[in-house]
């Protein structure tokens, strides 16, 4: 198991001097299930075009806005970047690859996290590298009074995706606090990236097929198993970020 505590991670490096206003949440993996059939849709579509692109590669790519991670695959074999016609193409291909399936589950606690969350006066933001109208549509409906359009971070908003800090800045901008005033809740390797390099404490939640060092690798500052891990653990979490005092085991 690669599961920091709290009071470990408060032991080991000190306090991390938050004084939360805010939470970042990515949405696929975090808040939705919705990773396999992403998975599924990017490596069937990418198949079709002669680029290759397994389901558990996809995992390390998620996060990352389509045309990134198209241009990624297609300059690895063809050493250049695909035409912005063919983007445009192939992830409207994929969208339409993943409208296919069910409709996406809640993640189990995501929606429990959000209720503390407001319960306790903070700020959900939504910091995501997709553009998948469908699932953006679901958030008012699977998550009512959770998030404002107006400070939602999308891939229609940002030049960088993910790793870049970029969609992290501006989901401090959008809630209107300081890197110390929030915290992150990721669960892919590059957007744990993204948090840590926007100056951030960043969560992660081992929601999907990785191994869970991958995601302390991208230097995540606490790691829990699941979503409904963190939510159990919401109350200590918050205690100790808002006191700085050391928890017990």
């Not at 996290?113 to 995501?128: C, D």
């Not at 500052?221 to 963190?230: H, I, K, R, T």
């Amino acid at each position: 198991m690669f599961e920091e505590s709290i009071a470990r991670y408060l032991e080991r490096y000190g306090h991390p001097n938050i004084n939360l206003k805010a939470v970042l949440f990515d949405m696929d993996g975090v808040l939705f299930n919705s990773m396999p059939y992403h998975a599924d849709a990017w490596h069937k579509v990418m198949e079709r075009h002669g680029l290759h692109l397994s389901r558990e590669e996809a995992y390390l790519h998620e996060g990352r806005t389509g045309a990134s991670t198209i241009n990624i695959i297609y300059q690895r074999q063809y050493g250049k970047d695909a035409t912005p016609e063919m983007v445009e193409s192939i992830y409207a291909e994929k969208s339409a690859e993943f409208s296919k399936n069910p409709e996406p589950e809640r993640m189990p606690g995501a929606w429990e996290v959000l209720q503390k969350v407001k319960a306790a006066g903070l700020t959900p933001i939504l910091v995501t590298g997709s553009g998948q109208h469908s699932l953006l549509n679901r958030l008012v409906h699977n998550f009512p009074g959770m998030f404002e359009r107006e400070r939602m971070v999308t891939a229609f908003d940002v030049k960088y995706g993910k790793p870049h800090p970029e969609p992290y800045l501006m989901g401090l901008e959008k809630a209107g606090v300081k890197a110390n005033e929030a915290i992150v809740v990721e669960n892919a390797p590059i957007g744990v990236q993204a948090g840590v390099a926007a100056g951030i404490f960043t969560v992660a939640v081992n929601t999907g097929p990785l191994d869970g060092q991958v995601l302390l690798d991208a230097r995540a500052n606490l790691l829990f198993p699941s979503m409904q891990a963190l939510c159990d653990d919401w109350e200590e979490l918050y205690k100790s970020l808002a006191s700085g005092s050391n928890v017990a085991t």
